[in-house]
């Protein structure tokens, strides 16, 4: 099984490439769906953050845009969140993985937004960045929901600057490009790990 990590900083289209890698036939982890399943009524964020953050729980779930608002600008806020966050995260990427190695996937894509932050490059065969102008990327993030110019600051200095990701990265995919120029980048990058990699 070939292990490829795929990041990017906020707003560079990470989330599209990872489904240009699916519809290529690579499997697909993706930590923001994982998030997801977590928060929502019955996952198993719940009940740790309604002790440490009731503010943020309404109807059974967290309500992830009250959450960041809590934690934005507050460094020891944030280290409980990640604290609690971070092992049900990898919980639920290592069962994707064990179950992607059973059914003998040949290449396994994880998402991982802070791969090169949090250390964790050294655990994969390949990285890919994802990337695009920084104009770009400005457009992308401010134009979401509850996104300020302070929120946007504060997210992109949590992160290292995208062009010290692209020098750390295997393989670098521009979306600021047309998305068919995009996927076929994808595909020359599926092509070279086949061969670099082989079958395992």
Known sequence: MILVGLTGSI???????LGMFARLGARVWNADDAVHRLYAKGGAAVRPLTKDFPEAIAGGAVDREKLAGLVLGAPEKLKRLEAIV??????????FLARARREGAEIVVL??????EKGYAAGFDAVVVVSAPTKVQ???VLARPGMSEAKFAALL???????????????VIDTGQALEASEAEVETVMADLRTRFGAR
């Open 11 to 17: 707003g560079m289209g990470k989330s599209t490439v």
């Open 86 to 95: 971070h092992p049900l995260v990898a919980a639920d990427r290592e069962e």
């Open 111 to 116: 998402d991982v937004p802070l791969l090169f």
């Open 138 to 140: 400005r457009v992308r």
């Open 157 to 171: 200095g949590q992160q290292i600057p995208d062009a010290e990701k692209r020098k750390r990265a295997d393989y």
